[in-house]
């Protein structure tokens, strides 16, 4: 599900777009590909329905936040479930730490 909102800061209105995962997230997902290649403002992800990520949905995630960055969009996650939000911080991925609010902490050995 997608849902478009217009957020104003100062003079300029920034468009932001808001996609809800379908469920687990074991693969990339095209629509959020698709999103992210038309869209100009910033990106909202709510994870309330994912209760699980798999390796590759998380390298996917990694790979997508990589994009957005060179596109100038930024991306922010919500409602990320307890076990989602475990595989973030054992993961330790700065771009998906960042999208999820966690702390960065530098590298970690």
Known sequence: MTEKKKKE???AVKEQMSFRLPGP???GLDDVDKLMASISGDLQLDFSDCTFISVEGLEWLEE???RAQSKGVSVSFSN???SVYKVFKVAHIDSVM???GLPIS???C
């Open 80 to 82: 990320v479930t307890p």
């Open 98 to 100: 960042g999208a999820c």
């Open 25 to 27: 997230l074991v693969k």
């Open 64 to 66: 997508m936040l990589l």
């Open 9 to 11: 800061s100062g003079a």
């Open 106 to 108: 530098g590298p970690v």
